[in-house]
């Protein structure tokens, strides 16, 4: 009991506050616009935090409402997977 207590607080002490993921996704989302060539969502599945380091993985989704045009991106290529 004592052990899974332990491994709780360890994991809690590395959890993401919505803040924290809000914070680091709008600071990503300017460059990430601009080099998609158009407005966009993160669909972020792990978000890992160290210090002033971030590790995102997830993809890039249009803007509510829209969908993603890839042409419109600087630098994709078509073939190549559209993951973080």
Known sequence: MFLL???ANSLAAFAVTKYERKEW????RPE???L???PIRFRVDKLNLEGDWA???GS????????M??????G?????DKML
């Open 5 to 7: 207590l332990l491994i």
């Open 76 to 80: 994709c290529y078509p073939t190549l």
């Open 69 to 74: 045009d890839w042409s419109k991106a600087k």
């Open 55 to 57: 590790l995102i993985v």
């Open 25 to 28: 996704l709008d600071a990503l």
């Open 60 to 67: 890039l989704m249009a803007a509510e409402g829209h969908i």
């Open 32 to 34: 990430a616009t601009r």
């Open 36 to 38: 998609a060539g158009q």
